[in-house]
């Protein structure tokens, strides 16, 4: 089970730090992913990283603004979003990926469970 946390109401240009949190041993050995739903759109692939934290892949859109990054020890996963822009007001959702292709190809994959219950994010321009 996942647990989204850490959104909240920023200014464009701002910065905050997602959370998510795995129970069960398995986290490790999973690769992770975070996605987005805005309003009257649908879901959006983010940010995925490896079970090792050693690959990650990430979206046009906030590619050299967000970072992804994991703790195994401690069973999180991080989205690490700066300069935030109106765009990114959304949902956001961490999510487990269930396939065995490379995180690049997890971007468009359908093979991601285990979803957390997300957690808002607002951006005011």
């Known amino acids: 089970q996942l647990q989204a946390s850490g959104g909240g109401l920023v200014q464009a240009g701002g910065s905050l730090r997602l959370s998510c949190a795995a129970s069960?041993?398995?986290?490790?050995?999973?690769?992770m992913g975070w996605f987005r739903q805005a309003p009257g759109k649908e879901r959006e692939f983010v940010a995925a990283?490896?079970?090792?934290?050693?690959?990650?892949y990430y979206a046009d859109s906030v590619e050299g603004r967000f970072t992804i990054s994991r703790d195994n020890a401690k069973n999180t996963v991080y989205l690490q979003m700066n300069s935030l822009k109106p765009e990114d007001a959304a949902v956001y959702y961490c999510?487990?990926?269930?396939?065995?292709?490379?995180?690049?190809?997890?971007?468009?994959?359908?093979?991601?469970?285990?979803w957390g219950q997300g957690t808002q994010v607002t951006v005011s321009s």
């Open positions: 999510a487990a990926y269930y396939g065995l292709g490379s995180i690049k190809s997890a971007a468009t994959s359908t093979d991601w469970g285990s």
């Open positions: 990283i490896n079970w090792s934290g050693g690959s990650t």
């Open positions: 069960g041993r398995a986290f490790s050995t999973y690769d």
